[in-house]
């Protein structure tokens, strides 16, 4: 069963906009991961956030994490026609090594 | 794709047959993972593996088997196909650095498996 889930689910924005896309999830946590996968290929790690982290950098990537809301979001800044992909999702529990990703928001970004 | 190759990259094969997908990395990574991508389901995990001979069942391993008999090579076999295996089919890797597990997963670039 899927731990993490997107929402939404597909997300249109002008090229200099800001995107943000949202995880909730149903069991606690080790970390938090954001990946980003255009058409056709495989995953690409973003960014990972602990869960004693709530606020994380990289670039003009910021994620938040609220533990007690069981959710993460994931917020892109002066968003570029190459940023257009699907983003996930996945997080990591317990000690088994294992990720559980979420559906995916698919992001458009119009140049 | 952080020196993970995938073969073969698309495959067709018909209801029945038996299916082996390779996964092979030269980062010399002691995890490493099969996941299945459907539309409406995001990525689900087959099995993976946390070390040579060491491997354990994922989310959706009904139909699969897996074996790693060297630390570089990760086997994905659909004994006999059906066409609800129809898939992409992602290998991932992730390190042991010093003995503790990294968790961030570097991915292959997928292979296209159509069961007819």
């Known amino acids: 069963s899927q731990q993490g889930e997107e929402d939404p689910q597909a997300l249109s924005i002008q090229e200099g906009e800001n995107a943000t896309m949202n995880c909730s999830y149903k069991t606690s946590i080790n970390n938090l991961q954001w990946y980003r996968q255009n058409s056709g290929r495989g995953l690409v790690h973003l960014i990972l956030i602990r869960s004693n982290e709530r606020e994380k950098h990289s670039g003009r990537l910021r994620v938040t994490l609220d533990t007690s809301k069981k959710s993460s979001s994931l917020l892109i800044t002066a968003s570029r026609a190459a940023d257009t992909a699907s983003y996930f999702c996945a997080t990591e529990s317990g000690s088994n090594y294992k990720l559980t990703f979420g559906k995916g928001t698919l992001l458009t970004v119009n140049p | 794709d952080a020196g993970i190759t995938q073969s073969p990259r698309h495959k067709v094969t018909e209801t029945g047959t038996p299916v082996t997908l390779r996964c092979h990395q030269t980062?010399?990574?002691?995890?490493m993972y099969w996941y299945r991508q459907d539309p409406g389901h995001g990525l689900r995990l087959i099995h993976y593996s946390y070390g040579v001979k060491d491997t354990d069942k994922g989310e959706v391993s009904d139909g699969y088997s897996v074996s790693r008999s060297k630390t570089e090579d990760f086997l994905l076999t659909l004994e006999s196909a059906t066409s609800s295996q129809t898939s992409v089919y992602f290998c991932?890797?992730?390190?042991?650095?010093?003995?503790?597990?990294?968790?961030?997963?570097?991915f292959g670039p997928g292979t296209r498996l159509l069961v007819l």
């Open positions: 991932a890797i992730s390190e042991s650095v010093a003995g503790a597990y990294q968790e961030t997963q570097y």
């Open positions: 980062e010399n990574h002691r995890y």
